[in-house]
DNA sequence: TTGTACGCGTTATCAG
DNA sequence: CTGATAACGCGTACAA
């Protein structure tokens, strides 16, 4: 792991030489190139990004923050990401925060040490986000995933969760459903939680009913039988649930089945994401599906594009109902 | 973003006490850092970890390579080691191979030109890996994960995969089945994957039955039906299924139900890795569990117990046999 | 085309 | 406890 100086002068040249053989290889004569390229075989010599990174001022490492990766769609869209970075000649730094600010702060904090060459995150609740605040007065390539678009300041690439849940809960509406309940995980940690609660409750409001109280579960990724249990009961017998997420509807299904319930000829369920496995299941989930991969490669062809000096916009990205066996007409 | 020498100047002191006020805080009387700090407010200044990197030859930065996130195995896996490292002042480089040996090489060249201190890796096939045979010669703390430990070369974490596979298999036979199949992704991309049908095999044989040709599926988390149906057919009539992961698992039964077969009444269906999704599902998953989170939270601190100079060794992480509901006795 | 020389921002090593 | 100075390994004007 020695030095270019080494090289250099194994291979009888100048180690400005020998830095040209790897960085500019055109500017340099053929045969001078191949004595510097054996010389460094022989010594075993690798470049030093971390020397050149701080002569350049420039990392090529982009930050990622998600919340979690135990949510498919957080997982699949780091791969995705993950692949556009490196097409790019980018590697990626990865954090979670498990919806926790003080540790999206010392994440930030630390990438920001780090001289990352931009940031693509997905904050718990942009809104009330310390590291949001902190972004604004740096000059970073800085793009948001999946959070509203509500910090005019930043790019956002996103889906409109508001939207898509009233879509959604129009959709079981049409079925001729009247009692929804909606399950989420720990709401005050996410605000697309509660942009698509927002949805589920306007979605029943213009269609003459009163919104039911929010069925919060302690994981964002399990639903719990016993806070589900009391919905079903004869007083408030739901026909339909509408989940925040996917995880939570495939295990709502499962709490259901269990308690001898049937989906969804007794209920129907729905989730939110469109994560691949519900596909496959049987039944299979109904749900918004969000493009996963494209949230997280246009996401990075953003922040590389901000980088490159490109005028990048927020992007709204399309969602789709799909119509899964998971949910069925209502009957009595 | 500016340097230690602009905040030095602006509190009335050297750099060399400016560095200090942050690197060996008490070196520094208290009066004089809260000067630096005050400062290094004022100036918006910021460590660069980049200069600090090079300097002290060390980047406490892991780099992590796996196959995929798109199996939650791996990105539970990833989160565990996630925390680990940052708990301990690391940051983590992470990339995706996909199975493919070629970008297994490139990300590992990547990232010892980014000299990372340490590196966590699963690599498809650990007997013919070009870039572990690279790692050889390299002085860097190494440590694989799952791949079996063939290498000795190399710290190991893992589970037995052909004594659980074995296991497995023996808890079909035990419940009667004869007919026995196993499925799995492209198995000659996957170390592990071969070594589960050898378990297979072996309790097969030992059952006094000979073990059926491996089913290989196109994708490593998608079963096909196509491929699954001619099994299920009146000459080969299998009453169990036991599949090389969860996911292939999980689809597999889906693609069963939805062919009409009952699970487990009329098949059983046995997953490998134990992935949380499958316990909450109706019927929950029988598995082969594996310690995802421990995996990951021992991997990691073995490496950062080799940076340490610590005397570590490959760990056999033990498994357990998740009874489920997919799987029941056999009846003709 | 090749060589010389400087600086990127920090920490380590001394000396005071 | 503080200050001066030399590296760390590389890129890149500028000169030859």
Redesign the interface.
């Known amino acids: ?1 020695t030095d270019l100086l080494t090289v250099a002068r194994l291979a009888g040249v100048s180690r400005a030489t020998a830095a040209r053989a790897f960085s500019e290889p055109e500017k340099v004569r053929e045969a001078t190139r191949d004595k510097v390229y054996a010389a460094s075989e022989a010594v ?1 010599f ?6 050149r ?2 002569r350049t001022q420039s ?1 090529r ?1 982009i930050g990622v923050m998600l919340p ?3 949510n ?1 769609l957080f ?2 869209q ?2 995705a990401m ?2 556009v970075a ?1 097409a790019g000649g980018y ?6 925060t498990d919806y926790d600010a003080e540790r999206e702060s010392a ?1 930030m ?2 990438m ?4 990352v060459d931009g940031l693509v995150l997905t904050v718990a609740d942009a809104q009330q986000s310390a590291c949001l605040a902190l972004l604004e ?1 740096e000059p970073l390539p800085v793009v948001l995933v999946h959070n509203p678009a509500a910090a005019p300041h930043f790019i956002t690439v996103s889906v409109d969760n508001h939207q898509a849940m009233y879509q959604a809960t129009g959709r079981l509406l049409d079925l001729g459903h009247r009692h929804i309940g909606m399950i989420a995980g720990p709401v005050q940690q996410s605000d697309r939680a509660r942009l698509r609660y927002q949805g589920y409750c306007q979605a029943m409001t213009n269609a003459g009913m009163s919104p039911l109280p929010l069925i919060e579960m302690a994981h964002h ?3 719990d039988t016993r806070l589900l249990l009391p919905w079903l009961g004869p007083e408030q017998k739901l026909t339909a649930l509408i989940c925040s997420n996917d ?1 939570l509807a ?2 709502a ?3 259901l ?2 308690q001898g319930y049937r989906v969804p000829e007794q209920i129907s369920v729905m989730g939110f994401d469109g994560i ?2 519900g596909e ?3 039944p ?1 989930l109904s749900s918004v599906v969000q493009p996963q991969q494209e949230l997280g490669q246009v996401a990075m062809e953003s922040v590389l594009g901000l980088i490159a000096g490109a005028v990048i916009s927020s992007r709204r990205l399309d969602f789709t109902l799909r119509q899964g066996e998971s949910i069925a007409r209502a009957r009595f």
């Open positions: 792991m075993g690798r470049p030093n990004y971390v020397a990174q701080l990392t490492i979690t990766l135990c498919p997982s699949e780091l791969q993950e692949q490196r590697s990626l730094m990865v954090a979670t994440v904090e630390n920001l040490r780090q001289r007065r990724t399990r639903a995880l495939l295990s299904i499962g709490c089945q269990r691949a496995l496959m299941l049987c299979s």
